[in-house]
Structures are given as C-alpha cells and as structure tokens.
Nanobody
C-alpha cells in the first residue's frame, strides 16, 4: 500500500501559477505510476496528468497541455504538478493517485490522497 498527501493548493488570480505536491509513504514509490485528477463541484473526477514510475513518460489532458507539468522525485517519494497560466475553469479539488496500470480512468487508480483545493479567481 501507499499513503498519499497533497499540499500546495490555494487561491490565485487568473494567469497565475501554483505548484502542487504529493508526498507518498509506504511501499516503494517508484513502482507506481502516479497521476493527478481534479473534481469541480457537480462534475465527475477528471484526469489531468500521469507520469511513469521512472519519470520518463508523461501524458496530459488536452485541457491542461502546455500549461501544466507533472514531475516526480523518487528519492524523496514526491510528485509535483506545476500549474501555469491558470484559468477560472481550473478551479477544483485536485487529487494525486497511484496505480500500477498505464491508464487514465480514475477507477484504475487504487490509492488516493485527500485532495487540495485550487481556486482561480477571474
């Protein structure tokens, strides 16, 4: 098992930046493919980005491509999401998650953090 804790959320103006972090504890971090999801009120949980265990492969949702960057530091068992050029529609609770599958469906991720709120004001 792996336990995940997100941090770094907050309130930012449109066009600004935030960096989310996900700290992992438990079983070896590098065996997991890690992902970021978000959920806005009244909407389904949405895939944002994923990164392979080694960090060599990444992929993004079209809605964030070119603005968000996912990264990981296996030595520190942490993952980050650098979010630039934020828009009001990026407002949501952001979750980090872990899986052993190269999937984007939320149901494929077995472990989840508690979430961190990101609010982008216009």
């Amino acid at each position: 098992q792996v336990q995940l804790v997100e941090s770094g959320g907050g309130l930012v103006q449109a066009g600004g930046s935030l960096r989310l972090s996900c700290a992992a504890s438990g079983r070896s971090f590098s065996v997991y493919i890690m992902g970021w999801f978000r959920q806005a009120p009244g909407k389904e949980r949405e895939f944002i980005a994923r990164i392979s265990g080694s960090g060599s492969n990444t992929s993004y949702a079209d809605s964030v491509k070119g603005r968000f960057t996912i990264s990981r530091d296996n030595a520190k068992a942490t993952m980050h999401l650098q979010m630039n050029v934020l828009k009001p529609e990026d407002t949501a609770v952001y979750y980090c998650a872990a899986t052993t599958l190269w999937e984007t469906r939320a149901s494929s991720f077995a472990y989840w953090g508690q979430g961190t709120q990101v609010t982008v004001s216009s």
